[in-house]
């Protein structure tokens, strides 16, 4: 505990010794504070050690001065009208709201309290004292190591039945101040015969501080050096010509105007005095284990209740020593005393359950051992993990043949199961190949459409294969069955092909297409040679070749002598029809040339070779769309 011992500080300048204690004091009114305030500070590493705060004569003591006397054992509590109602409150303030609120009132008698006991959460605490009545409450405040009181405004309550120097505060000058102006205030010391105050600077030099008078605040500044760096010790001693039996003074601290804190409080108990009434409480796990961040809130003299961290659930609260009732798993009423409390919590646990599904067409097919990484764990499909509530990504595992996009996080609430589904996308391909893909007119040839996919599991299919005209077979066109990684699904027919086209291949249910061809040779082709009188001579050749579902004609016509009107017949098969007329001659050149009828005609021609295409179209088969052209002028 902190104390204020002799053994802090040998003030030989000041030619007295530092013992006893200084009560802090709350003023009831006529005073420029309206409340007393003081901060606790939990580090990451201290948390949950017990803060030990307590306090001594928290009550107003009626006996302590009473009709302008003071009494044996006078602490300072004065009020200054008779049957005047003067009480005190002490409230502990944390940044989830109070912590406790304890209210005394008055009686006879000087006792010490403990306000709390146990451990804080990482934070910034603060205990605010508030008074109300036309007086004076003297206490005393102290915590446990290794945690200390600070504040940059209070006040306290100097004695005249204490003869030697008391200290008030410490305050702690670090390098960062150098260069900057540490202000010292006093209010309301009552002027120089009242008492003396000082601070020890460190190297033990002593400057004297200036006394306020009556209602009256005073300043003194400090330009920081470096030789000033370390613990500053503010005193004050009621002086031998002072005229009261106590004086209540403020303290205020200040770096370059802005309030900085120093230490306080500490106290050593009067010999022999046991503490009037203590709560410990504890607050564990199933197990008995402690909840680290968890702690314990006092509401008023007489109800405890648990302070949870996020999400955890009361189970149960018992009173292990003491008496009182049991309210809810939550709270606890007990009787002021020695009263040892426990409330058992459970942490906050949900469960959430991953699946996966693969999308086959407008299928969802159920996946099992597909791996998954949720919370640095790696499990495997279909799996319910026992979580704390919050959100979790979970992070799919390659499976081939699929693709993948990461599921929205899973949300975990306390008690209750939520899920997560892994949607894999599977991927196939599908081939149609015909072997022979050139063919005479009319021949068969083996028409095979194959699915396949690198997907593990077996998949279920349908193919199907739609012929164009000029394309017969006997044998069935769909074929049903499965397929997965390594076993592919085959439909083979044997296909009559009579024309150049292309067949399809349909995989179901994920209407997936391709196409694959087969060429027909060409028919043939015929020529022609005429003789005319005069000597002159004229042949000509033709072919056919299929295209495009379709016939290129070629006609090719040679002569030796100019002509004018060469008819160039070549008869369609029955249903056909043609067009693109296009004919080059000699050196490049392009006579006209027309359609009339079954007849290509050229409106004259000079002696050399002359090539006419034009494209035929005929739903005659490969055999029959070959006709015997002619020719004459």
Request: aromatic content about 8%; glycine content about 10%; some cysteine.
């Amino acid at each position: 505990m902190l104390t204020v011992l002799a053994s802090l500080l040998v003030v030989g300048e000041a030619g007295a010794q530092v013992q006893g204690v200084l009560p802090l004091v709350s003023v009831g009114q006529k005073w420029p504070q309206a409340q007393e305030s003081y901060v606790i500070r939990v580090s990451d590493q201290d948390a949950g050690k017990p803060v030990g705060l307590e306090v001594y004569s928290p009550t107003f003591n009626l006996a302590d001065y009473v009709d302008g006397r003071r009494s044996a054992g006078y602490f300072g509590d004065e009020i200054y009208k008779k049957n005047e109602v003067f009480q005190s409150s002490f409230t502990l303030t944390g940044s989830g709201g109070p912590i406790l609120e304890r209210r005394y009132g008055m009686n006879r008698e000087h006792t010490w309290e403990s306000l709390f006991a146990g451990g804080l959460a990482a934070g910034t605490y603060t205990l605010k004292v508030v008074s109300s009545g036309d007086g004076k409450n003297s206490f005393a405040l102290r915590v446990a190591a290794p945690f200390v009181l600070e504040t940059s405004d209070f006040s306290v309550n100097a004695r005249a039945s204490e003869k030697t120097a008391v200290l008030a505060a410490t305050l702690n000058v670090t390098p960062d101040w150098v260069g900057k102006t540490v202000g010292l205030q006093n209010y309301d010391i009552d002027g120089p015969g009242e008492a003396e105050t000082w601070v020890i600077q460190p190297g033990g030099r002593r400057v004297n501080l200036k006394v306020s008078g009556n209602g009256e605040t005073v300043t003194d500044p400090f330009a920081v050096t470096s030789g000033m760096v370390g613990p500053w010790q503010i005193f004050i001693r009621v002086l031998p010509t002072t005229k009261q039996f106590s004086n209540a003074i403020r303290y205020s601290f200040r770096l370059d105007g802005q309030p900085v804190r120093a230490q306080v409080g500490g106290f050593t108990p009067p010999e022999g005095l046991k503490i009037s009434n203590q709560l410990l409480v504890d607050v564990v796990d199933p197990q008995g284990q402690p909840i680290p961040g968890a702690s314990y809130a006092l509401i008023g003299d007489s109800v405890v209740r648990p302070q949870l961290p996020a999400g955890y659930v009361p189970i149960s609260a018992s009173i292990v020593q003491g008496s009182g009732n049991i309210t809810s798993p939550a709270e606890v009423r007990f009787q002021p005393g020695f009263t040892k409390v426990r409330f058992v919590a459970r942490p906050p646990s949900g469960r959430l359950t991953v699946d996966a599904v693969a999308i086959y067409g407008t299928q969802r097919l159920a996946l099992s051992g597909t791996p998954f990484e949720i919370a640095g764990r790696t499990l495997s499909t279909p799996n319910t993990v026992p979580l704390a509530p919050g959100d979790y990504p979970v992070k799919p595992g390659a499976v081939p043949g699929a693709t993948v996009s990461p599921p929205l996080p899973g949300h975990v609430t306390d008690s209750a199961t939520s899920r997560v589904t892994i949607e894999y996308r599977v991927l196939a391909d599908i081939t149609l190949v015909t072997s022979p893909d050139i063919v005479n007119a009319c021949d068969v040839t083996q028409v095979t459409a194959t699915a396949r996919t690198d997907f593990p599991q077996r998949l279920p299919g349908r193919l199907k294969l739609t012929l164009p005209s000029g394309w017969t077979t006997d044998y069935p066109l769909e074929a049903p069955g499965e397929f997965s990684a390594g076993l592919p699904l085959r439909l083979k027919v044997p296909v009559r092909v009579c024309r150049s086209d292309n067949a399809e291949a349909i995989l179901d249910p994920i209407d997936l297409r391709t196409t694959g061809p087969a060429r027909v040779r060409s028919p043939g082709g015929s020529n022609v040679t005429r003789n005319v009188q005069g000597g002159a001579r004229a042949s000509l050749a033709k072919t056919l070749d299929a295209v495009n579902g379709g016939y290129t004609v070629t006609l090719r016509l040679a002569v030796d002598s100019t002509l004018t009107n060469v008819r160039l017949i070549d008869p369609l098969p029955t249903g056909g029809t043609r067009s693109g007329l296009n004919v080059q001659g000699p050196l490049g050149t392009a006579p006209k040339a027309r359609f009339d009828g079954d007849a290509v005609v050229l409106a004259q021609v000079v002696p050399g070779t002359y090539v006419v295409t034009y494209t035929l179209v005929s739903e005659q088969p490969a055999d029959r769309v070959g006709t015997t052209p002619d020719l004459n002028w």
